[in-house]
Each structure stands twice: as C-alpha cells, then as structure tokens.
C-alpha cells in the first residue's frame, strides 16, 4: 500500500468494501481514496485493475460511492431508495464494459475493455451494489453499530445479527469504550 495513506478495508462484497473507502462519515472521516493514484491502488487489490485515473474519474467514483451508502442505508433499514443515488447506480452500472469470466478454478473474475478504464470499473462497482440491495445474495444488508462509523455492511453470518462493519476496528473501539466506562463507574462505587 502507499506510504502516508490508511489502509483500505476489504471485505467480501466488493460494493461495501467501496463505501469503506470513506469510514467513520459521522465522526473524523477517513478518506481512503483522497488521489486518482489510491483510487487506482484500491481496484487493483479489488482484481479491477485500471491503467490510469483522472481527478474527474476519482470525482465519479466518489459519488458512486456515496450512492452505494446512500441506497444501501436506506434498505439496511428498510426504507425507500433515494431516487437520486439509483440514478448514479443505475447510470455507472450501463456505462461501464467489463465481462464476467469464470477462471478454471471456477471462480468468477471481471475482465474490463480493453483500455482497462475506471468508468468500466465503477460499472462492475454498481453492477454488484444493484445485486446486494435487489436482495440477491443469501445475506442482508445492515449499518455499523458504532455511531461514528455507521457503515453499511453485507451480513452473512449465520443468525445474521453482527453489528459491526469489522470487528478489528469499530466492534474493538466500542469494546474498549464500553470496557473503560465500567471501570470508570466501578471505580467510582468503590470510595
């Protein structure tokens, strides 16, 4: 990874590990993609790998990005899609040229045009939120109980009630808080 920059956060559903590039959105942000370069780093280790990115193609990818959240938010807690992020899901989805094809190891893996663009990326970017939040996948859609992070997340534990967006950072941070609070309060019942 860059020197200098956070580290990405990957998951297993390639549109939510998207919307982590921008973590703890309701606290000190952390913008994970803040040049085209860390753009162009985060869909190569995504297996999108693109030859180059402008300041405009980062600027679509940011407002993909929010879309995702803003969409994936919304079914998280059941309510109606906003009109305006389906639009830019829907739009990156048709804009982008980029084929599924199965490797012989049976895995499915994108091959993008052949002059590799990032808006064929962000096209598999939207295509993959369109099937998390159209309820496709044997999962569901839930938001980070931490309430500086409140990521969207794609559930698939079993009992489908884990709470956090990754448990090595926010369900950690809140251990800890919650932790530090009771020996705070046990060590003031304790004079």
Do not use: Y
Request: net charge positive.
């Amino acid at each position: 990874m860059s020197a200098g920059f956070p580290d990405f956060r990957l998951g297993s559903v390639l549109a939510t590990s998207f919307t982590g590039t921008l973590s703890e959105r309701h606290g000190n942000a952390v913008e994970r993609i803040p040049t085209p370069r860390r753009l162009v780093d985060w869909l190569a280790v995504s297996g999108l790998a693109v030859d180059s990115c402008t300041a405009a193609q980062l600027d679509l990818a940011r407002e993909l990005r929010e879309s995702i959240h803003a969409a994936a938010t919304a079914a998280a807690i059941q309510d109606a899609l906003p009109a305006p992020a389906v639009q830019v899901i829907n739009d990156r989805s048709a804009q982008g040229r980029a084929a599924a094809v199965l490797t012989p190891g049976g895995e499915r893996l994108w091959r993008l045009g052949p002059a590799s663009r990032v808006e064929d990326a962000l096209g598999v970017i939207a295509a993959d939120a369109i099937g998390v939040i159209a309820g496709e996948r044997d999962g569901r859609l839930a938001l980070c109980a931490s309430p500086t992070c409140r990521a969207a997340f794609f559930d698939t534990s079993r009992s489908r009630t884990r709470r956090w967006c990754e448990m090595n950072t926010c369900g950690n941070r809140e251990k800890k808080a919650r932790f530090q609070a009771n020996q705070r309060r046990n060590a003031g019942s304790a004079r």
